[in-house]
């Protein structure tokens, strides 16, 4: 069984096979094999998520406190490569109040009056706050891409839709993410890598059993059909867009509770580097905590503990030195 741990100290190791190194040309499926190249046991898989949950809810609290830096957490994949159960399982710890998650589909009318980024730039979370994107401003140089009369639909200017079309997109989400990223927003990009035979797997598991049924749409199959296509797409999107202000990650999706541990580190290992802190109190306000403590400590019912928690803390410490004393001893049991 491999070790993977989830510590920040061994995070940044593990997630490194998923680096996409700016400038890098990427083949797919070649350079990047979907079952992964660690096992992990399922047992194990549980353990380092749900380290991993933890690490994340504690990151997110501080992330929130300093409310300088704002999070987009950006998953792209094929149908059916787990986007949905990433989301589920690792944000199961955040609190909901610092995260969002969109949904991009096709676009509105209302949306194509308007330039392709509009609709994603509307949706940024805020600083403070972590926002998932669950298909992104790349499906504008994906989905796009493999068919052509989706451009052709776009209102653009004739000579936008033209030779370049995407080399010009790939420049203008890289500057747009770098402008963002200086003004603290973080992009964690995530490629969920499915095999095609996964992909096969799954779908037909989503036709065989009923309370899968309505994960499956008709067009799901329909899309498969261009899979050399998207897979051509995702590689150039890869090699122009791993940018060292917003790189990518290739995430082995094959095996979902891989998937879910891998996808975890990454995020954790971006709010690690963030590292938030909570806001500093000045001795002003530090000045009147005491006076309010002081009151607060007066208004005690007769019997009470004047500061009820600070008697627990004591209380606890006192309990640990004896747990301690106690294990070099005779191994009291804790009552
Ligand atoms: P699920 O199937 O798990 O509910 P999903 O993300 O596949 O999630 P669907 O409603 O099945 O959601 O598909 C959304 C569709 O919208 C996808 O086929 C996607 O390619 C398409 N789409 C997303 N963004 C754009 C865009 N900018 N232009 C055109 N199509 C887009
Ligand atoms: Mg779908």
């Given at each position: 069984m491999a070790d993977v741990d989830i510590r920040p100290k061994r995070i940044a190791e593990?997630?490194?096979?998923?680096?996409?190194?700016?400038?890098?040309?990427?083949?797919?499926?070649?350079?990047?094999?979907?079952?992964g190249t660690r096992k992990v046991s399922k047992g194990q898989a549980k353990e380092i998520l749900a380290a991993g949950v933890d690490l994340l809810s504690e990151y997110q609290d501080r992330l929130a406190?300093?409310?300088?830096?704002?999070?987009?957490?950006?998953l792209q994949a094929m149908d059916a490569a787990g986007k949905d159960g990433?989301?589920?399982?690792?944000?199961?710890?955040?609190?909901?109040?610092?995260?969002?998650?969109?949904?991009?589909?096709v676009p509105s009318a209302e949306e194509l009056?308007?330039?392709?980024?509009?609709?994603?730039?509307r949706e940024l979370p805020g600083r403070g706050h972590i926002g998932i994107f669950n298909r992104s401003h790349y499906e504008e140089v994906l989905v796009v891409r493999v068919h052509p009369q989706i451009l052709a639909g776009q209102k653009l200017p004739a000579k936008m839709k033209g030779r370049g079309v995407w080399q010009r997109r790939f420049r203008e989400i890289?500057?747009?993410?770098?402008?963002?990223?200086?003004?603290?927003?973080?992009?964690?990009?995530?490629?969920?890598?499915?095999?095609?035979?996964?992909?096969?797997?799954?779908?037909?598991?989503?036709?065989?059993?009923?309370?899968?049924?309505?994960?499956?749409?008709?067009?799901?199959?329909?899309?498969?059909a261009f899979w050399d296509d998207y897979q051509k797409a995702f590689a150039d999107m890869l090699s122009n867009t791993s940018t060292e202000?917003?790189?990518?990650?290739v995430i082995p999706a094959d095996d979902k509770p891989f998937a879910r541990v891998a996808a975890a580190a990454v995020i954790a290992?971006?709010?690690?580097?963030?590292?938030?802190?909570?806001?500093?109190?000045?001795?002003?306000?530090?000045?009147?905590?005491?006076?309010?403590?002081?009151?607060?400590?007066?208004?005690?019912?007769?019997?009470?503990?004047?500061?009820?928690?600070?008697?627990?803390v004591e209380e606890k410490k006192a309990g640990?030195?004896?747990?301690?004393k106690g294990k070099k001893g005779k191994g009291r049991k804790k009552g």
């Open positions: 593990f997630i490194e096979p998923f680096y996409v190194k700016p400038g890098r040309r990427v083949r797919l499926p070649a350079d990047f094999d979907p079952s406190a300093q409310d300088t830096y704002g999070v987009v957490i950006v990433t989301i589920k399982h690792v944000m199961s710890g955040v609190n909901p109040q610092g995260v969002t998650v969109d949904s991009f589909k009056d308007h330039d392709y980024l509009w609709r994603y730039q890289n500057d747009w993410e770098r402008y963002l990223t200086d003004q603290g927003f973080v992009f964690v990009k995530l490629f969920l890598n499915l095999s095609k035979e996964e992909q096969r797997r799954r779908f037909l598991a989503r036709i065989d059993r009923p309370e899968k049924n309505w994960k499956f749409s008709s067009n799901d199959a329909k899309e498969r202000w917003a790189p990518w990650w290992n971006a709010l690690i580097q963030i590292d938030p802190k909570y806001p500093k109190v000045g001795k002003e306000q530090l000045a009147d905590l005491q006076v309010a403590k002081q009151t607060l400590e007066g208004e005690a019912p007769d019997g009470a503990a004047p500061d009820p928690y600070e008697a627990e640990d030195d004896g747990d301690a």
